[in-house]
């Protein structure tokens, strides 16, 4: 079995700030058919005072080349102190590229114009916003959002200097708006546009009704609809729009190109975040994608977990989120798993440090990696046994 020290790997770190949520997406783990959030669910935001603590103690003399504030259980922008977190982060280090993922169709846009400003402190930033249509059909999917504050927010953050893309998720109802959306995004001011196939594949779902302003859920059966994710079948990389075929390639805007970062030394961070592989002698080739990178994920909660994917099963506290199980999806024969990692990886209990250094970590997940048995292993990122 080959050793990986995953500590001495870390240069990535991904973290959901929060699980709160403005919006109730179709597909969303954190609701059943885009209807209300689930009970079980643990509502916080990541503890601020422990935050500090991981930028300024836990991760003191690590180089984080990358940093990235995702959604599996809230959108970043709910937590109430996240340019006081920008700040912290940028100040101890300079050298992580911060990538956010968010709806955007929240917060001012006197925010949104600070927020840019506080990003250009890091030496390189991006925020992805989610725009799953135009006005008609963007509330379809991307439900309890305003297409409209969305348009305003990027528009207010991009004037500001800040890096903006902007993603579209293909539905069968919105697909044939791609060139449209594109154009609406050029003119937002953001960098990047790229049209994407759903996660869900082209499975059909069903959705709980709204009322007609987006703001209160109908009883069920009263007025749900269907929707169909659209996603190639041909296995071929392309999107279709009025009959044509177009490539799912990003496109750039290089008219909205513009200095994103006030630090002087953001082309050194560049290079060594580009070619950290082989500038850092520790690294170790790994089969994992995630301990390959130096990546790991944190909770809202403060749990600390290899991956996205495994942090599925903390989310609800009791046995996870979703339709996923312990013994069929996560690690067969190993139903203690999430509790052990919930009992072992809290941060507000143990160091980052302490929790990578552990069992869990060292042993347990170089084991789990080389023999390929766990399934969410084997399903999400194609592990093979040794």
């Known amino acids: 079995m080959k050793t990986i020290h995953w500590w001495d790997q870390l240069h990535k770190i991904q973290i959901d700030l929060t699980s709160h949520c403005n919006a109730a997406c179709a597909a969303c783990v954190r609701n059943v058919n885009g209807g209300e959030t689930k009970t079980e669910l643990s509502l916080t935001h990541f503890d601020l005072d422990v935050f500090k603590r991981l930028a300024s103690v ?44 968010t709806n955007g169709a929240l917060r001012s846009t006197k925010f949104w114009r600070e927020f840019a400003e506080a990003l250009k402190n890091a030496s390189f930033h991006k925020v992805d916003f989610a725009m799953d ?17 969305l348009s305003e927010n990027i528009k207010a953050f991009t004037d500001a200097g800040g890096n903006g893309v902007v993603y579209m998720t293909m539905f069968e109802h919105n ?15 953001v960098r990047m546009f790229k049209a994407r196939g759903s996660f869900t594949g082209d499975r059909e779902m069903r959705v709980q009704g709204m009322n007609e302003a987006g703001t209160k859920f109908l009883p069920y059966g ?19 729009e009025n009959d044509k075929q177009i490539d799912q390639e990003a496109v750039y805007f290089p008219e ?33 994608p995630w301990q390959d990178e130096g990546e790991i994920q944190i909770d809202p909660w403060g749990v600390v977990w290899p991956c996205c994917h495994t942090s599925l099963w903390g989310g609800g506290r009791e046995g996870g989120m979703g339709t996923y199980t312990v013994d069929t999806d996560l690690a067969p024969g190993d139903d203690g798993i999430p509790d ?7 941060l507000h209990d143990r160091s980052l440090k302490d929790i990578m250094q552990s069992g869990f970590f060292s042993n347990k997940m170089n084991q789990v990696i080389a023999d390929a048995s766990w399934g969410v292993c084997r399903n999400n990122c194609g592990i093979c046994k040794d």
């Open 58 to 101: 836990d991760t003191k003399g690590a180089y984080i080349r990358h940093m990235s504030w995702n959604g599996n259980w809230g959108d970043p922008l709910m937590h109430p102190d996240i340019i006081e977190m920008v700040n912290i982060w940028t100040t101890y280090h300079p050298e992580t590229n911060i990538a956010i993922a």
């Open 133 to 149: 249509g135009m006005a008609d059909t963007h509330k379809l999917y991307r439900r309890k959002t305003s297409h409209a504050k």
């Open 175 to 189: 697909k044939h708006q791609v060139v449209e959306v594109r154009e609406h995004a050029r003119s937002l001011g």
């Open 222 to 240: 009263e007025a749900d609809y269907t929707m169909k994710a659209w996603y190639p079948t041909d296995n071929q990389d392309r999107f279709t």
């Open 256 to 288: 909205n190109d513009k200095p994103n970062t006030n630090l002087k030394d953001s082309s050194l961070y560049g290079h060594i975040n580009e070619n950290f592989k082989e500038i850092f002698p520790a690294y170790q080739k790994s089969k994992c």
């Open 340 to 346: 052990r990692v919930l009992r072992e990886n809290n």
